[in-house]
Every structure is written in structure tokens, then in C-alpha cells.
């Protein structure tokens, strides 16, 4: 199984933040997501992986060149003030692989007007316009910042299936940040879980589930010890929630309930638990 | 044949889909020769990882019930009476487990869950 | 070179939806005023690299507002055919800006005449038509320079100042240099000779072309080193 793309021991530093090395591989024909909060790093990691930022330290390895990647960001990386057929007429003879037949697929089927400037363009047909470009130059990796924040669940369904069908290819794969877990959820082969600049898991979406549970239980049914197991832990007035390892729940009292837990949730006792730690 | 999964029971996803297969198999809806879904075309009509198609396969190869080959897919193998066998039997020990983890919870003894028992194979022409 | 001329046309299609009617228009009347009021089509020269540098930092202007450089790199345009395309792009816009200025001088002067508003040739000395282009030729360079290592709106302000200053100047030179004083202790500095005069045009082309190289190897060490 190669990769397309290898990171290891990223590191850099803004004033007031720093992301701290960061490793992780994406093997060719998976979609791998990147979760973590605002301001996690998720979008400088990948603005170093594009190559418009460098590394302080640490490599980034890619096998395929710029003309093979397919980029869709916050923002419209287009002159404003072009036509949506202008950005075709001016983008595609830099790629050599550009179809305008699939392009004009993408426009249909995202019901976008060549006739329409960008700046004239709601916040989901710029991301949709992004995405049309990008799947139709021939790209064998697409990477993605957020591209579902702002659009109605059946847009995003949408999506999902459109980077679905991009990896059935298995020579391609997908590489996007996100903060909408059920998104993940849904699409996601590999999840690196971004806290504060620092990988906290970087895995299978499978074992990550399977790695955590959500417990439950009364009041003062935890010792200050069986305590520490429980990450986010909250405390309410009639018992408490948390998550914990599956392989720490022999520690844990038999009475507790322990649960499936999904990854909205264990975003979430991340997070706390995280926080207690500053 | 199909699979149908659900999001919410709380049973790993690769599972329901190995027993679903299983079953299929075992109940002659699967034939033998016959072609699997790719691992991808179903992830993608499942809405679900790769990965957890992938698992779920590779498991049923290593129970000897499917082979994968290169380039092709995943193929059914001809149905091995020991193993439908040896399904059916772990089918039966889990309804038992299951009659007896709520023996012990409604305080009934063994000799009433014998008795249970014989009164219900009586019924059932086995 | 593929690239190379694919990433001026992509400058120009950047600059094209700016270049409308109105702004045309504008620019036009502004180039017949200025001709007008100086009475001589002479000054073309210099209304004609002043829009050159204007328009010459459009694409750094909306560089920057629309992120153009990541985009750059996602087209796998190296660094320094953005450079070198951008210096060709800058060269290519001087030449037609200076056309267009001539043009429309030539028709608002002999207009002007032929309407009876301006009454004297008034020509320029030779002097003044050679300084103000070049020392509007060195401005640009500069200003090129400065819009690859900060961002346009920094930037702006570097060269905002030259150009008012300029265009203040461009007529105090030219009076300065029509008066017959001055203009015959200058005129008597240039050479007599056509291979005097030849020589002197050599040195002052060279002249401009090592200030454009340092200009350009200086742009191309600062954008390689920057983050977007």
C-alpha cells in the first residue's frame, strides 16, 4: 500500500500558537479527516501540505505534483470579478489533463450559471465551483478546508458522495478538514484528531470508535481513581457522564453504563479533557 | 443480495455485515461462485468506510466462507456443512447464554430451565 | 516558457474585468488634460509610464484581495516565472500604456489647436523628454520591488506618494527645462555628435536595464521567501 501523501515530525510556530510534531500518513485510495476545534492548526497543515507556507521543521512528503491536486478552500482562490466560464477559460491551460466535458457535468449537476461572477456566488457555489475545477483536471488528490461548513445537510450528503465516488478510483484519495463530525462520520476511512497543534490520534475511523465508550453513572459511584480513567467527565445533579478507554472499563465499577459512543462525543470529551490539562 | 444496516444498535458495523453475509450464505441466498459487491461499491452504496468493508470481508475469508482474487473481487466458496454446522451451534449456545443470564435475573433455577427446555423441543419437530 | 506566457495571459485576464469603459474613459481624459495643459504631445512619455505603473500594480492589488498567489502554486507556476511574468507583463503594459497616451495626446493637442484653445507649439527639449521617462522607468522598478516583498496594501502608499510627486514635477521639469538657461547648460551637456548622442542613449538604456535586473533578482530572492 503506498502513499500519497507522508508527514513526519511537522512542526511550526505563530506568535501565540504552535503546532507540535505532527506525523501522519495517507495511503492512495482513502479519505482521511482532519477534526479539531477552530484554531486547532487544521488549515495551516494544510496550507504547508500545498506548499504556500513552509514548515519550521519536520517533511512533508508528496507523491504527486501540483498539477495532480485538486484544492478546495474557505475561499475562492479566483479573481473575483471573473465569470464562472472565465475561470475555466483562464485555469485550464495550466493543467494538461483538463476535461471540460466533466467540468460541464459538474456545472450542471451543481446547477451553476457560466454566466455568474464569483464575487455573485452564494458561499456553497463557491465551494461547489472550487469542487467542480477540482474534479475535473484529473487530480489524484483532493484536498479540502471545510468544505461542508455552511451548507444545508443535503449539500453536504452531496458531497460526501462526491468524494465517495472520487476514491472508488483506488489510485486517488482525499485529504479534508472538518469540524461537522457526522460528516466524518459518514466519509471518513482515517481521522487526525487535532488539539491545540498536537495529534492526539491519527488512525482508522473503526478503531477509533471501537477505542472509546461512553460511560454513565451515579454520584459518587467512582473512586478519585477510577475518576482519572474518565476522560471529560461531567458531573450533574443526578450522576455523571464521560468516556473512558474500552480497555479501562475492568478498572471501572460493573454497575456503570458503557456505551458506543460516537464521534461527535469523543470530540467533545477531547476537548474537556484537554482543557483540564492547561 | 442485500445488506441492511442499522446505525443505531450499537453492534459494530463489520459485524452486521459478516453475519448478514453469513446468513446469506448459510440460507443458499448467497451461491457458490458468486460475486460480492467490491469493497468500495459497497462502501459507497452503504454510505460507510472502505475500511469497514474491507474488515468485514477479509474476516469471512478467514472463516473459509469467502476468497478474494486479485483483480477480480471477493467470491463465494461452496458452503461447508461443518461450518454452517458450526454456525448454527454457536447460534444455539448464544440463545442459551441469553435464557440463562435472565434465569439469573428473575431467580429461576436449572432445573426449571430443563424443563422449559424439554416442554419447547417437544413442540418443535427437530 | 509554456508557462511563461500562459501566466501573462492569466495577468491579463486578472487586469481585464478592471480595464472597462470607465476606466477608459477616464484615463483618457486625464491624458488630454495633462497634454493640454502642457501644450505639447510630448508628455506621453510620462502620462504614458504613469499609467503603466498604476495598472502595473493592479495584479499585486488583486493578488492580494483574492489570494492569487497560493492560487499560482496550486498551478505548479514556479516563483520565479511569476516574477519574470509579472516584469514581462509590467514591460508589455508600459508599451501599450505609452501607445494609447500618444494617441490620445497627438488627438488632444492638435485638437486643442485646431479649436483654437491652445495657441503655441510649445515643444519640449530633448531633456526633459529623456528624463522623465526614465527616471519614471526607475520609479517602476522600484515600486515592483516593494509590491513582491509586502503586501499591495503596505505597498501602496510607497509608491502613491512618488507618483503625485511625479506628476507635480513632470511639469516643473519640463518649464524648468524649456528655459532657455537651463536648457542650453543642459542641452550643452548632451553630446554634438549623432555617435555621441548614440553613445550617451547606450549608456543611458544600459543604465536602465542594470537597475530592471537588480530590480528582478531582488523581487525574485523576496517573493521566494514568502508565506501565503
Given at each position: ?70 484544492v478546495v478552500m474557505e475561499a475562492p482562490m479566483y479573481v473575483d470579478?471573473w465569470?464562472v466560464?472565465?475561470v ?30 464569483i464575487k455573485?456566488l452564494?458561499r456553497?457555489m463557491k465551494m461547489k465551483i472550487q469542487l467542480a475545477v477540482a ?144 | ?126 | ?65 483574492c489570494s492569487l498567489?497560493a492560487l ?157
Open positions: 500500500m503506498t502513499n500519497i501523501l507522508e508527514l513526519k515530525n511537522f512542526s511550526k510556530s505563530y506568535p501565540g500558537f504552535s503546532i507540535k510534531d505532527v506525523s501522519f500518513t495517507l495511503p492512495k485510495g482513502y479519505i482521511c479527516g482532519f477534526v479539531g476545534q477552530n484554531g486547532a492548526g487544521k488549515t495551516t497543515i494544510l496550507k504547508s501540505i500545498l506548499g504556500f507556507t513552509r514548515p519550521d521543521s519536520g517533511t512533508i512528503e508528496l507523491a504527486c505534483c501540483a498539477e495532480e491536486i485538486g470579478e465569470t466560464a472565465e475555466e477559460m483562464n485555469l485550464s491551460p495550466f493543467y494538461p489533463a483538463w476535461d471540460c466535458v466533466a467540468f460541464a457535468r459538474y456545472l450542471e449537476q451543481f446547477a451553476l450559471d457560466r454566466k455568474k461572477k455573485a452564494s456553497g474534479l475535473s483536471h484529473g487530480a489524484k488528490l483532493l484536498i479540502l478546508d471545510e468544505p461542508t461548513s455552511g451548507l444545508d445537510p443535503l449539500a453536504r450528503d452531496e458531497v460526501c458522495d462526491l468524494l465517495r465516488e472520487f476514491v472508488l478510483d483506488e489510485s486517488r484519495s482525499v485529504l479534508f478538514s472538518s469540524h461537522i463530525t457526522s460528516d466524518l462520520e459518514k466519509t471518513a476511512d482515517y481521522i487526525n484528531f487535532l488539539i491545540d497543534g498536537t495529534i492526539v490520534y491519527a488512525g482508522t475511523k473503526d478503531a477509533l470508535l471501537e477505542k472509546y465508550v461512553r460511560v454513565a453513572g451515579g454520584l459518587g459511584a467512582l473512586s478519585a481513581e477510577q475518576k482519572r480513567c474518565i476522560i471529560g467527565y461531567r458531573e450533574h445533579g443526578t450522576g455523571f457522564e464521560g468516556m473512558c478507554e474500552r480497555a479501562h472499563l475492568r478498572i471501572l465499577p460493573q454497575t456503570l453504563l458503557a456505551e458506543a459512543i460516537a464521534l461527535d462525543d469523543i470530540f467533545i470529551c477531547m476537548n474537556k479533557g484537554a482543557k483540564l490539562h492547561e | 443480495m442485500q445488506i441492511i444496516l442499522s446505525h443505531r444498535s450499537g453492534e459494530p458495523l463489520y459485524e452486521q455485515i459478516k453475519t448478514q453475509i453469513r446468513d446469506a450464505i448459510f440460507s443458499g441466498d448467497l451461491a457458490e461462485d458468486e460475486l460480492l459487491p467490491s469493497v468500495r461499491g459497497l462502501a459507497r452504496d452503504l454510505k460507510i468506510s472502505v475500511i469497514t468493508t474491507t474488515r468485514a470481508y477479509s474476516d469471512l475469508e478467514a472463516e473459509g466462507l469467502v476468497v478474494s482474487v486479485q483483480g477480480k473481487g471477493c467470491y463465494v466458496l461452496p458452503r461447508n456443512k461443518e461450518l454452517a454446522r458450526e454456525n448454527a451451534l454457536s447460534k444455539v449456545e448464544a440463545g442459551l447464554s441469553a435464557a440463562i443470564d435472565a434465569a439469573k435475573a428473575g431467580g429461576i433455577t436449572a432445573a426449571e430451565i430443563l424443563e422449559t427446555l424439554t416442554l419447547l423441543l417437544k413442540e418443535e419437530v427437530l | 516558457m509554456n508557462k511563461l506566457r500562459a501566466f501573462i495571459r492569466l495577468d491579463f485576464s486578472t487586469v481585464k474585468p478592471y480595464l472597462n469603459i470607465k476606466t477608459l474613459l477616464i484615463l483618457g481624459v486625464f491624458t488630454i488634460f495633462v497634454s493640454v495643459l502642457n501644450g505639447t504631445v510630448s508628455m506621453f512619455l510620462g502620462t504614458g509610464f504613469m499609467l503603466g505603473m498604476i495598472f502595473g500594480a493592479n495584479p499585486f492589488a488583486i493578488g492580494e484581495k498567489d499560482y502554486i496550486t498551478l505548479g507556476i514556479s516563483k520565479r516565472t511569476v516574477v519574470l511574468g509579472r516584469y514581462l507583463f509590467v514591460l508589455l503594459f508600459d508599451i501599450a500604456s505609452i501607445l494609447f497616451a500618444f494617441v490620445l495626446s497627438a488627438f488632444g493637442v492638435f485638437g486643442a489647436k485646431a479649436l483654437g484653445i491652445l495657441q503655441d507649439s510649445g515643444g519640449t527639449s530633448v531633456a526633459a523628454t529623456i528624463l522623465i521617462p526614465v527616471v519614471l522607468l526607475l520609479m517602476q522598478m522600484f515600486q515592483l520591488s516593494r509590491l513582491f516583498k509586502t503586501s499591495y496594501s503596505k505597498a501602496k502608499f510607497v509608491f502613491v506618494l512618488p507618483i503625485l510627486m511625479v506628476t507635480a514635477s513632470m511639469s516643473f521639469i519640463r518649464i524648468l527645462a524649456n528655459n532657455t538657461a537651463t536648457a542650453a547648460r543642459l542641452s550643452s551637456a548632451l553630446p554634438e555628435s549623432f555617435a555621441g548622442k548614440v553613445l550617451f542613449g547606450a549608456v543611458i538604456a544600459a543604465m536602465l536595464a542594470l537597475a530592471a535586473l537588480c530590480s528582478y533578482r531582488r523581487s525574485i530572492a523576496i517573493y521566494k521567501k514568502r508565506d501565503f
